[in-house]
């Protein structure tokens, strides 16, 4: 299994600001996952974050939007910058075990 | 990219009747996966299904992958209130590096 924690766990943020989002792995992990959850919704790719190198974004979600950071193989950041209140979403970072996918208990952000 | 449909997107049901949601895709399926998101929660993996025609049970649960590997359901026996919540199923690739992208989801509702 996996332990995920995440920094902060819920934030209300004006618009035009940006928010970084932490996520830890109790283990090194060679890829990590940053997903956005719509209220509502099923859960959204943005990125794929290995370390040593670039992010790789899914179509509609670009870096200078959503910059991720991947320092080391148990650490990741996500920053939502230039926020609007459609920004308003769940952000998890996931990793993979095996078959399993393990997920953060999520960051909940509320643009105003 | 691969996509997957599920229906229904909302059941609501009487404790103790059974449920079935299905995952259907236009494509020939890697595998595909199982989650189970509580209200106010993250996704939790519940299972993988790989083989054409694999049936595997988890206790009340039966997952079901298609011959064709194009389809899956995951039905539940005799609900409780404990299994409230949103089920998706996920595609991905063969291995913990690959990505996993969810299908919408159904959200099941249990009426005590």
């Known amino acids: 299994s996996a332990v995920i924690s995440q920094k902060p766990s819920r934030d209300i943020c004006q618009r035009g600001t940006s928010l970084t989002i932490q996520c830890q792995v109790d283990s090194q992990v060679t890829m990590m996952f940053w997903y956005r959850q719509q209220p509502g919704q099923s859960l959204t790719l943005i990125a794929t974050?290995?370390?040593?190198?670039?992010?790789?974004?899914e179509s509609g979600f670009v870096i200078d939007k959503f910059p991720i950071s991947r320092p080391n193989l148990t650490f990741s950041t996500l920053t939502v910058s230039n926020m609007s209140p459609e920004d308003s979403s769940i952000y998890l970072c996931?990793?993979?075990?095996?078959?399993?996918?393990?997920f953060g208990p999520g960051t909940r952000l509320t643009v105003t | 990219g691969q996509q997957v449909m599920q229906i229904p997107q909302y059941q609501h049901v009487q404790e103790g009747e059974d449920f079935t949601t299905y995952c259907n895709s236009s494509t020939t399926l890697s595998n595909i996966q199982w989650y189970k998101q509580r209200p106010g929660g993250h996704p939790v993996f519940l299972i993988q299904l790989v083989k054409s025609g694999e049936v595997k049970k988890q206790k009340r649960l039966t997952f079901q992958f298609g011959e064709a590997k194009k389809n899956s359901s995951l039905h539940i026996t005799a609900t409780q209130t404990t299994d409230v919540g949103t089920y998706f199923c996920a595609v991905t690739g063969k291995t913990s590096y690959d990505k996993v992208i969810f299908g919408p989801g159904t959200s099941l509702s249990v009426i005590p």
């Open positions: 974050a290995n370390q040593g190198s670039e992010a790789t974004y």
């Open positions: 996931s990793v993979g075990r095996g078959a399993e996918q393990y």
